[in-house]
Every structure is written in C-alpha cells, then in structure tokens.
C-alpha cells in the first residue's frame, strides 16, 4: 500500500466558543518521510547518568531513549546496552583522539548503543574543519549502520565547503538550532539546499536538530510545554528530518511525559505521512516535480476566497508559525502530524495523530479517511490537558472513542490518537 501524504484541511469555523477542524487523510498518497527503523526520532541534548536499575527507570520516565552527548565511557555503554538506551555520539578533541574514541566504540562489546557519530561539537567548524575528513571515513567503515554527522548552523556552514573530499562518509548533518525560538525557517534553508545540490554527496544527506529546552518569556510551564511540542512538530515539517534532539535536563515532569508519548506513537509508526496547522500556516508555493495537490480551505464565509488548489507542477508548502506566535506571546494553532505504521494483514491500517492545540479555545477533531468519512476500527488516546486551577497537566492515557471517529481537544492539550482505519 502507498504511504499517506496528502492531508488538508476542512471545516475550520472560526466562531468564539468552539472550532471543528476535520482532517482529511488521503492513505492511497505517496509518503512524505520515515524514520530510521531503528533508532528513536526524538531524544535530549544531555549526558545520561548511569547506574541502576533506578537510573533507567528514571530515564524511561523522562521518554529519554537517546542522548546527544559526549559521554561514551564504559561504564555509560554498558549501561545504555543493558537498559535499551542509544547513544548519538558527539566526538571531540584532535583527530587522533577522535579516531581513537571511533575505534575504542568499535571494539566494545556495547557498540550497539551506537545511533550515530558527530564530527565535533562545534557547528562553525573550529580552527581546521579538514581534520574531520579521516575521522569521518574511520567512522563510517567503523559503524556503517549508524549516522556519521556534521554539525552546522545554517547552509553556508565552512564544515560543508572545508569537507569536500570526505562527504562521502557523511550521511547526515545535524543543524544547530538552540538559539532559535521556532526552527523551521532555517532548518528548511538547510533542506532547500540539500536538494538543490547537483553534487549526489550534499543531495543524499538528511537531517537531525538540536533545539533549546526552554524560551525566554514563557513562565507559565503549560504554555513552555506546548510551545516546546510546536518546536519539535515544526522541525519535523521539514522533509529529511529523521529526529530532534531537546536541550534540557531528563526529568520525570510533564516533557517527559510528553517525550514517553511522542515516543511510543513514533516507535510503531515509523513514517511521517503529514504535518500543518489549522489556520495560520503562511502558503509559500515551489515549483516540484509533479506533487499530488494539496487543499486546504475553511469554511468561514469571509475565507472561501483564500482556498489553495495548486498544480501537479507546484506543491503547497505551508510555513509554520505556531511556534514563533507561542514563543511571543500569542495565540498558536492546531498543529498536528500524521503518522504511519506498516500495514499488517488482515488488522487494517494504523494511523497515529499527534496534535497540540494553542488557538486559546477548544476544539472539535474529526477525520475523513479517503472521502468514507471517520469509520476507525479501534483506538487509543494519550493526554496530557492543562488543568488550570491547580497550574498542572493531567494525564489520561488508553481512552477509547466510538465511530465515527470524533474527539475535543482543549485549550494548551498536547494529544496522542492512535486508531485503525
């Protein structure tokens, strides 16, 4: 079965006590992106704490899977090898140090944690950039499975021209966002030039992030959480995306709880099918080759002119803006992506939303699967809702809903849907 990409919107009313948005879901469309099999999308900028059992559990209630870090002695191998935990790598120091720490992973008997190898942590390229060339090739003879990974801060970083020769082992770059409040715009910069490049070593490369744990301004932790989930929705609305990696301490609170969901619904459904916001994203129109077309409308009378119907030789790509108006301050939207797991015989297809809602008021989901309308065979639901008496999420997980497939997602909510169409 081919992958589900086109999805838009419809039924967007903009009235002051509720929105119903319904999302059509085309699954006969060409996928848009899959995640590595193998490794988990999501993780933190962080060293892991090895010990005990109570280590790990502390980890797993933090949905910390997967570190960015330059911590990869023995004892923190054979704890993440014993515990299920993956380590991506930051490789520091001379060349010969950084070759040396490459062939001391190769020979462990943890390698396994490995998900993948930076060629250094700073994202400018340092003094000599060009001594990454050997480090780069040991790596990727060393771990041919994992992401050997340049770091850098936008399309013109000196790493991309002072490597030249060595892009050849590289696979991935991993752009640093930490100072940026909303990632799109330059992660796209990025991609855009990845896929202009008429040089096959820059077009084969695809994409992780660092972003920063917190924003300047926003007090209030329920709207830090929702504009943390925008940032990582908005990261992975840039195709070649395959994972974002947070800045901030792996704790047990409510971004934890939210990273263990994100987790758990990218775990089964490895494809990323889908991604927009209900009403605010920007159209910003490319010329492709030959997109299926994308629709979004709304029913509001005012907006029936704004209706979007493009060409199979151009694609809508909306520009995200959620993020960058929570960061201010303001009102954001409903945004959401839309997963995909590998159909299995005879059990249906399995569709995963993941949506956060800051528009300031409720609303109203409904889905329309291939024009039939929401029919879903079953369902989960995981919740994090603002409860705004005691300043706290609450938590409701394994909640079932009838058909046809109809849910409220409240003010500050950040969902997790899974169902089977």
Excluded at 172 to 179: K, M, P, T, W
């Amino acid at each position: 079965m081919k992958g589900l990409a086109t999805v838009f919107l419809a039924g967007m009313a903009l009235v002051a006590v509720a929105k119903d948005l319904t999302l059509s879901i085309d699954t006969t469309a060409p996928k848009r992106n899959a995640f590595p099999c193998d490794v988990p999308c999501v993780g933190y900028a962080a060293d892991p704490q090895a010990g005990d059992e109570a280590a790990a559990l502390a980890c797993r209630r933090a949905g910390a899977w997967l570190f960015h870090t330059t911590r990869c002695d023995d004892a923190t191998l054979e704890f993440c090898d014993l515990y299920g935990l993956r380590l991506f790598v930051v490789l520091d120091g001379d060349q010969k140090a950084a070759i040396a720490t490459v062939n001391r992973l190769a020979q462990s008997p943890h390698k396994g944690v490995v998900a993948g190898l930076q060629l250094g942590a700073d994202p400018t390229g340092g003094a000599d950039p060009s001594m990454w060339k050997k480090v780069a090739s040991v790596a990727a003879r060393q771990f041919p499975k994992a992401a050997v990974a340049l770091p850098v801060k936008s399309p013109d970083s000196p790493m991309l021209a002072a490597m030249n020769v060595g892009l050849e082992s590289v696979t991935h770059l991993v752009v640093d966002l930490r100072d940026a409040t909303a990632p799109y715009e330059r992660l796209e910069a990025v991609a855009k030039k990845l896929r202009k490049s008429s040089d096959k070593r820059l077009a084969k490369l695809r994409l992780w992030a660092v972003g920063p744990g917190q924003v300047a301004g926003l007090k209030d932790a329920n709207a830090a959480l929702a504009w943390q989930m925008h940032w990582i929705m908005s990261a992975f609305a840039v195709d070649r995306t395959d994972g974002v990696f947070v800045e901030r301490p792996c704790r047990a609170d409510d971004f934890g709880l939210a990273m263990r969901h994100f987790w758990a619904a990218t775990t089964g459904n490895r494809s990323l099918v889908g991604h927009g916001e209900a009403a605010t994203s920007a159209p910003r129109e490319e010329k492709t080759a030959k997109k299926p077309v994308v629709v979004a409308s709304m029913d509001d009378d005012s907006l029936l002119g704004d209706v979007v119907e493009l060409g199979e030789d151009e694609s809508y790509r909306p520009v995200p803006v959620a993020c960058a108006n929570v960061a201010a301050g303001k009102n954001g939207d409903v945004e959401y992506l839309v997963l995909l797991a590998p159909p299995v015989e005879n059990d249906g297809q399995r569709v995963c939303l993941v949506l956060v809602n800051t528009t300031g008021e409720r609303v109203k989901l409904s889905i329309d699967v291939n024009k039939k309308g929401g029919s879903v065979s079953s369902g989960w639901r995981r919740r994090l809702v603002p409860d705004e008496e005691k300043g706290v999420m609450r938590n409701s997980t394994r909640e079932r809903w009838g058909n046809p497939f109809s849910a409220t997602i409240e003010q500050g909510e950040v969902t997790f849907l899974d169902f089977r169409i």
